[in-house]
């Protein structure tokens, strides 16, 4: 049974820090093989791509968010992160994990970041 499991959400100010954590397990293929993402969801509005990293490292970031947040990954330890700097307001979300090589998608429960003004 594959899990994908955030961590490392909380309660911050406006212009602190946060860093996520995604921890998988029980995955179909190797987990370098498979590109991670992480995306967010604020209240009423759809969700989001906020970062992507491939297999072999590239990243991807969203416009909101680039030279905020910094993506990457842990082949050894099957983990991505997401440290996310000066952060703001509307960064506010649900911020979940996904992963996906062809046609396995899979999405983790989410993890809850408040940013205070």
């Known amino acids: 049974q594959v899990q994908l499991v955030e961590s490392g959400g909380g309660l911050v100010q406006a212009g602190g820090s946060l860093r996520l954590s995604c921890a998988a397990s029980?995955?179909?293929?190797?987990?370098?093989?498979?590109?991670m993402c992480w995306y967010r969801q604020a209240p009423g509005k759809q969700r989001d791509l906020v970062a992507r990293i491939s297999s072999s490292g590239r990243t991807n970031y969203a416009d909101s968010v680039k030279g905020r947040f910094t993506i990457s990954r842990d082949d050894g330890k099957n983990t991505i992160y997401l440290q996310m700097n000066n952060l703001k307001p509307e960064d506010t979300a649900v911020y979940y994990c996904?992963?996906?090589?062809?046609?396995?998608?899979?999405w983790g429960q989410g993890t809850q970041v408040t940013v205070s003004s």
């Open positions: 996904h992963a996906g090589y062809a046609m396995y998608n899979y």
């Open positions: 029980g995955m179909t293929f190797s987990f370098n093989i498979y590109s």
